[in-house]
């Protein structure tokens, strides 16, 4: 099992930036993908963006430019900075992660935006 715990979201006005945080703990030799979802009520969730232990990195198309995933893989942590954000970004952030012993999720933590 891998355990995750997020940290760093909150309220923050359009135009700012924030940074989330998600250390894993457990079996964390068997992750090859960490990422970042995001879900609002109504809707999917959608990905924000992964990256590899490797370093490849994958992001959803409109948020290019603006959001930066990044990991320390020492720290068993991953990432997020979200710089210029906007309202629509408002939404419950959620940490995940794929190992050979299946995918695991945070708990989740609540972005939102102000205009």
């Known amino acids: 099992q891998v355990h995750l715990v997020e940290s760093g979201g909150g309220l923050v006005q359009a135009g700012g930036s924030l940074r989330l945080s998600c250390v894993a703990s457990?079996?964390?030799?068997?992750?090859?993908?960490l990422g970042w979802y995001r879900q609002v009520p109504g809707k999917q969730r959608e990905l924000v963006a992964t990256i590899t232990t490797g370093g490849s990195t994958n992001y959803l198309d409109s948020l290019k430019g603006r959001f930066t995933v990044s990991r320390d893989n020492a720290k068993k942590t991953v990432y997020l900075e979200m710089n210029s954000v906007k309202p629509e970004d408002t939404a419950v952030y959620y940490c995940n992660v794929a190992a050979t012993i299946g995918s695991f999720w945070g708990q989740g933590t609540q972005v939102t935006v102000s205009s």
């Open positions: 457990g079996s964390t030799s068997s992750i090859y993908r």
